[in-house]
């Protein structure tokens, strides 16, 4: 099959699984991902879904359905998408409007937050990880008794001064950061929001990390306005404040352009905007969210300094669950409020998070013989690693599922331990195992030896879960294939086919996945032969030639039926190449079928393989899903009933 014919089929098959074409309100993709907007997500088949040929993982966040395809790819099955469904493109903007209208307001929120401070991330984690190349640099005793690197070598002083100068700026004045982003996603002229930050932490106040003293001192500076004390006390290291501040600042600037005369619009609004809001901030508004961030901050601190490390395991525990719906992004606000108090420990148990999920897709590699997901969870473990989690988590984890579990356990542990030992992060950072340039020089192997304890903890718990009857029938029907050895066996029917192994119950037609015709497994095919599976008789042929009937020596009678309701082509498209009564031999040309033929005309050309005396059998049980060459083994019936 040629890339183009690849990624028809894979639009068109796309398209049907996700509730076709009246289910779609929206449809785009970015780099990676297909993004679309579903009526009722329920009407997709994820489960088809991720068993389609480029599709590599799926999940649903925010309002949007998105399947990952891969970079490069997935643009020219998005072209193929629209015009098989006769959809309109749309920007992502637009599916993130339409996305909206379906959230609740806990999700709204979430995606507010992650909105405003995931622009910021890279700057952020650049400042962060050059605050731990200073940390390295000037640390007492890391590489010497009692000294520094600066202090063994001068020479290197004013290089740790200059990046200490370069990671500080980020931090100094975040609120102008937070003030642009936030005002441009709410809506408003995002420039006029980073005038606002800049106000809030403007010179000519008092230093927010001096106020605590201040207030001791009773020394705290006032605007005196018509005999009202307004405090002149900045906002650094503030996230609430800020965001309140863009939000009032977008709608007041809004409300200006609609009721000011457009002559003077470009002169007051801009005007008007800065002044109301500056006046609304440092009177009421400033106040109030500097006292709801320090509560909500204090929260998570009471937590973690009163519950200790049950505290930290249940947030490890939970962590993974909060990354899948993208609520995690809520915790930036709360760490970096943290950070700017003195530390925060939420750096380290993310980074337990996403070391544990790496941990846990390197034992799904090892577990599983699926070739396809091998390739995928040797790359996405490594990523996960280093703190990119998404390919880990969606691609192969939530997949399989007990991954995942493995991974939330593994968590627990490194989070239980990092809280144990009290490690906090000096700066917002990478959330891996790069994490540890963030902590103080005397929690680095600490750090360390908590992600460890998560990496192997979500490797054990996984292969341990692997082994357990509840959760390994994934895995079981990914990987029970036995080698070409076991095609000799007289009790294993091989694959007629080349194409796509599914187990039966997932057949589109309910008399087949309801077994009532036989147990067996069902072969999706990519081209249209179908060969002898096994020595056997030919006992039955169709005048339509869409079906055949084989016996063993042994007496195992089996069915293929190449298509659902197939019978109504009346044998157009299909040719024989045996007759009743003809001993075939395993690999034997049977029949051949005008794949492409077929589906044009309408139908589902899966082919259930068939054990029609299932009932004289002890079981019969599959040996494979997924990608499966013809006379792979398919199927093992086990001894007479």
Partial sequence: MTKEERYQASAEQLLQLVGGRENIISAAHCATRLRLVLKDESKADVDEILKVDLVKGQFAN???????????????????????????????????QAAAQKMNPLQRLVKTLSDVFVPLIPALVASGLMMGLNNVLTANGLFFPGQSLVGAYPALADIAAMINTFASAAYAFLPILIGFSATKMFGGNPYLGAVMGMI??????????????????????????????????????????????????????????????????????????????????????????????????????????????????????????????????????????????????????????????????????????????????????????????????????????????????????????????????????????????????????????????????????????????RFNKELEEQSLSKGSSVQAEKDVICSPLAGEAIPMREVPDATFAAEVLGKGMAVIPDEGKVVAPCEAEVTALFDTKHAIGLKTADGIELLIHVGIDTVELQGRYYQAHVAPGDKVKPGQLMLTFALDKIKEAGYDVTTPVIVANSYDYQKVEALKTGAIKRMEPLIKVGEHA
């Avoid at 395809?69 to 920007?91: D, H, L, M, P, Q």
């Avoid at 307004?230 to 009032?248: D, F, H, R, W």
């Fill in 200 to 469: 809030m932490v403007s010179g000519d106040l008092l230093n927010a990390y001096a106020y605590g003293t201040a207030v001791t001192e009773g020394t705290i500076p006032v605007w005196n306005i018509l005999g009202f004390p307004i405090e002149k006390v900045g906002y650094q290291g503030t996230v609430l404040p800020v965001l309140a501040a863009s939000y009032i600042l977008s709608f007041v600037e809004k409300k200006l352009h609609k009721h000011i005369p457009e002559i003077l619009d470009n002169l007051l609004t801009p005007l008007l905007t800065v002044m109301l809001t500056g006046f609304l901030t440092f009177t009421v508004v400033g106040g109030i969210m500097r006292t709801a961030g320090d509560l909500l901050t204090g929260s998570f601190v009471w937590m973690h300094d009163t519950l200790g490390i049950v505290g930290g395991m249940v947030l490890g525990f939970l962590y993974s669950p909060l990354t899948m719906t993208g609520m995690h992004h809520s915790l930036l606000p709360i760490d970096i409020q943290m950070v700017s108090a003195g530390g925060s420990f939420l750096l380290a148990v993310a980074s337990c998070n996403n070391v544990a999920q790496g941990g846990a897709t390197v034992c799904a590699m090892l577990r599983t013989k699926d070739k396809k997901l091998k390739s995928v969870a040797a790359t996405s473990g490594i990523s996960a690693m280093l703190g990119i989690t998404e390919p880990a988590m969606f691609g192969v984890n939530l997949k399989l599922k007990y991954p995942f579990y493995g991974a939330m356990l593994g968590s627990a542990l490194g989070s239980g331990y990092v809280t144990l030992m009290d490690v906090l992060n000096t700066a917002p950072g990478t959330a891996g195992v790069v994490g540890f340039v963030c902590v103080p020089p005397t929690s680095m192997l600490h750090f360390l030896i908590g992600v460890a304890i998560a990496v192997v903890g979500g490797f054990i718990f996984t292969y341990i879960l692997s082994n357990m009857k």
């Fill in 62 to 96: 925010g309002g949007q359905f998105q399947i990952i395809i891969g970079s490069g790819t997935v643009n020219e099955v998005y072209k193929r998408f629209i015009e098989t469904g006769g959809i309109a493109e749309a920007s992502k903007s637009d599916v993130k």
